[in-house]
């Protein structure tokens, strides 16, 4: 199975880029992983609601660019289905039926375009509260080597 993870904007701080490179891993023992990092738009203080509509759609051009149309996308953004790590574990198992791969998409500080939810085969949300998209991708890769975990029956989830 192949797992992509496509997230706007690097990993800057090294504690997270340690946990993402950990979690990474431990994935590859049941995956092919691959992380995409695309480049942020920068945001102007007090930019408009406009502005920022733009600066979503420039990303989303860029994340689309990267998706093939095999490919099962769950995007992540806080109005998608709140899962728990068993039904996480579930999505895996159905989308390793797609003859593409899975992609999990981060959007920037600003969210995800309209254009890239409305590809998306599934919207994912880790709760309601607001995570910066840097330890989003933590949490992600964690969440994807628990989901592999317990769907090899391994006891790492409790």
Excluded: W
């Amino acid at each position: 199975m192949n797992v992509t993870i496509i997230c706007i904007g690097k990993l800057k701080e090294k504690f997270y880029t340690d946990a993402v490179s950990e979690y990474s891993k431990r994935i590859k023992r049941f995956a092919s992983l691959n992380i995409i990092e695309l480049p942020d738009e920068s945001i102007p203080q007090n930019s408009s609601e406009k502005q920022n509509e733009k600066i979503k759609q420039r990303e989303g051009e860029r994340i689309l660019a990267k998706l093939k149309p095999s490919s099962f996308v769950v995007s992540m953004c806080i109005e998608g289905s709140a899962v728990s790590s068993e039904e996480l574990a579930g999505t895996l198992k159905k989308a390793a039926m797609y003859p593409g791969n899975i992609v999990f998409v981060i959007g920037g500080s600003l969210g995800l375009s309209d254009e890239v939810k409305r590809r998306s085969d599934m919207r994912m949300s880790f709760g309601r509260i607001t995570l910066p998209h840097q330890l989003m991708r933590v949490v992600l890769a964690e969440q994807i080597y628990r989901a592999f975990m317990i769907n090899s029956g391994a006891s790492y989830h409790k």
